[in-house]
């Protein structure tokens, strides 16, 4: 397939992960707005989470990287994070998402010992599906606001962005979707549930 513009298998490859990640979320029966209102689903992607640093941290002689991964610094305060928009929050993580997800296409690419390459390969599937998901949790009309610039840092351990992967979804990921169930999952919507879906 020589005739395929650079653009399209992007956008196939973005489609690509959309989709394998909402059929990952049907295998639980369940929808975005299910993830968000059934709390077992984040406390799921925070153990793959887990999992997936602590196999990295398994993985022998993993190189240091000769290109230092540039990644976002995702610790916040609980008081400040509280006092921000839901739309504030999803924009911050989103650039968070954003600068990790090329992080990741980075040491990919420095990274040829199979343990870290696979476990790369599937960070990589797991940030970019849920920098996907952010981008369809939208509240103001119009596209995401310009001069996204989160703080950061240079890293050469391969570790460090597994670490960081972590602690995004332990932290931010979990909070804005705790914010978001106030609003979505608390007007009759029975845990999500669409009355015009039933009837079987």
Aim: hydrophobic share 35%; aromatic share 6%; with cysteine.
């Amino acid at each position: 397939m020589q005739g395929r513009s650079p653009q399209l298998s992007m956008e196939l490859n973005r489609l690509l992960l959309l989709t394998s990640f909402l059929l990952h979320i049907e295998e639980g029966h369940a929808s975005p707005t299910r993830l968000v209102c059934d709390n077992r689903l984040i406390q799921k992607y925070i153990g793959e989470a887990k999992d997936m640093e602590k196999r990295a941290g398994q993985c022998h002689a993993l190189p240091a990287l000769s290109c230092p991964a540039v990644l976002p610094l995702v610790d916040f305060r609980l008081q400040q994070w509280k006092s921000k928009s839901n739309e504030t929050k999803r924009q911050e993580i989103l650039c968070d998402l954003a600068l990790l997800v090329g992080a990741v296409a980075g040491a990919q690419r420095q990274v040829t010992q199979e343990c870290g390459a696979m476990q790369l390969s599937q960070l990589y599937h797991h940030a970019s599906s849920f920098l996907l998901l952010l981008q369809t949790f939208s509240w103001e009309a119009g596209p995401s606001e310009p001069g996204c610039s989160p703080r950061s840092m240079e890293q050469t351990h391969v570790t460090s962005i597994f670490l960081t992967y972590r602690q995004l979804v332990q932290g931010k990921l979990r909070f804005f979707f705790h914010d978001l169930a106030k609003d979505l999952c608390n007007q009759g919507q029975g845990g999500g549930r669409n009355p015009q879906c039933g009837g079987r």
